[in-house]
């Protein structure tokens, strides 16, 4: 789908008197790739160098993950750059059957020689075979803060040794100054991408008791107690930002 084909995100354009929480329903899954490029600050550069990072940890015959895919964006960056690989498994779980759906045709319709299973399922209840590499990009934000630990430590269990995990997330800082003035500037980084003030303002009230941000200390942290051998925050573009985690060889 070229970029001047893909649906504008007009969701919180008009006035709306009731404003329920957010949810990847079929009007978001309508709109979602100009919705998570208009509102994520540096999305393109994530995916793309998620795949790069594959490269590193994926053998021949490896595993993937890819935990609130979406629309399956991360695991065709990363199928991108494994071309060289004859066989991989990868796997995409998303809660939204929207989102599932579509994901599903889309992926079927751009690796049709690869091994694609899309499910919807919660990722907190699914039964991991043993992997390579695990995406989780701009999901464990959408969790219960008591279930994140849970789920990370499934995950640590199910890679590999030397396998990884890659984090993206939406983050908040403990100082107020720094938390105000990225807040402020991805706002208008908002509003250089064209959403209006009421869009913007809409948006937060839907989003504010569904997306719960930690902060990079508390996400490394997380990821150290959970076993992680080596975690380091790679990027980060106003508040956001992403990290890479490995499991140790022993």
């Known amino acids: 789908m070229s970029r001047s084909n893909i649906p504008r ?146 995950l640590f269990q199910a890679l590999r040794p030397g396998g990884a995990l890659i984090i993206s997330e939406k983050i908040h800082f403990e100082d107020p100054r720094q938390a105000q003035l990225l807040y402020e500037l991805h706002h208008d980084f908002k509003r250089a991408n064209g959403y209006s003030d009421m869009e913007i303002s809409q948006k937060r009230t839907a989003l504010e008791d569904v997306l719960l941000t930690d902060t990079p200390e508390q996400h490394e942290q997380r990821l150290k107690e959970t076993g992680f051998s080596f975690v380091s925050q790679w990027f980060q573009y106003l508040n956001f930002a992403s990290f890479l985690a490995i499991k140790g060889d022993s």
């Open 9 to 154: 995100d007009a969701i919180f354009a008009t006035p709306l008197d009731e404003l329920a929480s957010f949810s990847f329903d079929e009007q978001v899954a309508n709109v979602f790739p100009d919705m998570i490029k208009r509102s994520i600050p540096g999305y393109s550069q994530i995916l793309g160098m998620t795949g790069v990072i594959a490269k590193r940890y994926v053998p021949e015959g490896g595993r993937i993950y890819d935990l609130g895919a979406s629309l399956g964006a991360t695991t065709l960056s990363v199928a991108q750059q494994l071309e060289h690989l004859e066989t991989v498994d990868f796997i995409t779980l998303d809660t939204s059957p929207a989102m599932t759906e579509r994901c599903a045709k889309l992926l079927a319709k751009n690796l049709p020689q690869r091994s694609v299973t899309t499910l919807c399922s919660d990722v907190r209840s699914f039964d991991y075979q043993p992997c390579d590499l695990i995406l989780l990009n701009f999901t464990l934000q959408f969790l219960p803060p008591a279930d994140r630990q849970v789920l990370l430590t499934k």
